[in-house]
């Protein structure tokens, strides 16, 4: 018995670091590409190759001389702020319908809500393209925006859907019993129980509209991206610039991400704990 019992912890324990060797395996994989980036952004090499010239920061001096990759900077900093807080809006409005009202045909809406991420990027720019030149709209910031409105607030909803879903539904008849109206509910229950999902989903929601650069290509028109900007050093030639580039837009997004993922894991948990006391 005592045996069988050591043949089963070790082989629970050869499991286990067969599991953590392949997420290993899988985050080396996802990110060697981007550390050589990383690493030849400071090569003084023009080309990358190994093995590797001197240190050196003169690619982003380049970079930071660069009037058109500033002006990129900032047609990105700006469209994915207005892009973060219009979806992270619309994303809470849609999942709270979800939430609080049953209606015939919830899953046909819930399925055109969340549709659009799964839209190739290269249709769902050609059809932005077309419809907002219709209205003469495309070829300015407020193409970009509207286009990853549409892409983004999907994520948003999904976010704080999926945290709505784990507050106890009978918060909201209680506090109505007790006298709040609607939007004394709203602001008082609904609100901060979501608001690790809502800032969770701002930061997903503006890392999505930074990357993103099909969609923006299509409709952007001369106010560019930083990422569509990336795709024009691209064309016809090799800059070490992309490098470093390309390390800063990693790092900027990242941090949102992990920013999202400790309001969602951290913060969400403790906000938990004190509703369930009170229950």
Not at 31 to 50: G, H, L, M, Q
Not at 257 to 271: E, F, M, T
């Amino acid at each position: 018995m005592s045996g069988s019992g050591a043949e089963s912890i070790n082989r629970s324990r050869g499991v286990d670091w067969a599991l953590k060797g392949y997420i290993l395996l899988a985050y080396l994989f996802v990110f060697a590409p981007i550390a050589a980036s990383f690493v030849f952004s400071f090569n003084s090499d023009r080309f990358p190759s190994i093995p590797l010239g001197s240190f050196s920061l003169e690619w982003y001096e380049a970079v930071a001389a660069d009037p058109l990759v500033w002006q990129g900077l900032r047609n990105t900093l700006v469209v994915g702020v207005v892009v973060g807080v219009i979806s992270t809006l619309l994303g809470f409005g849609a999942a709270y319908t979800d939430y609080r009202y049953k209606f015939a045909g919830k899953q046909v809406y819930l399925a055109l809500a969340l549709l659009p991420p799964t839209i190739p990027v290269i249709i769902l720019g050609l059809a932005m393209l077309a419809y907002l030149s219709r209205i003469n709209l495309s070829g300015n910031a407020l193409s970009v925006i509207i286009a990853h409105v549409v892409v983004c607030a999907p994520f948003a909803m999904a976010i704080i859907r999926l945290r709505l879903s784990q507050m106890d539904p009978a918060l909201e008849p209680a506090a109505w019993n007790l006298g709040a109206s609607e939007w004394k509910t709203m602001r008082h229950v609904i609100v901060p129980f979501t608001k690790p999902a809502i800032l969770g989903a701002l930061f997903i929601t503006m890392a999505v509209s930074f990357d993103e650069f099909a969609v923006a290509w299509f409709v952007s028109g001369l106010n560019e991206t930083l990422p569509v900007k990336v795709l024009g050093f691209l064309q016809g030639q090799v800059s070490p610039r992309i490098n470093a580039i390309g390390t800063f837009v990693f790092v900027l997004s990242m941090t949102l991400v992990i920013l999202a993922q400790l309001l969602l894991s951290g913060k969400g948990a403790n906000d938990r704990a004190p509703a369930d006391d009170k229950e």
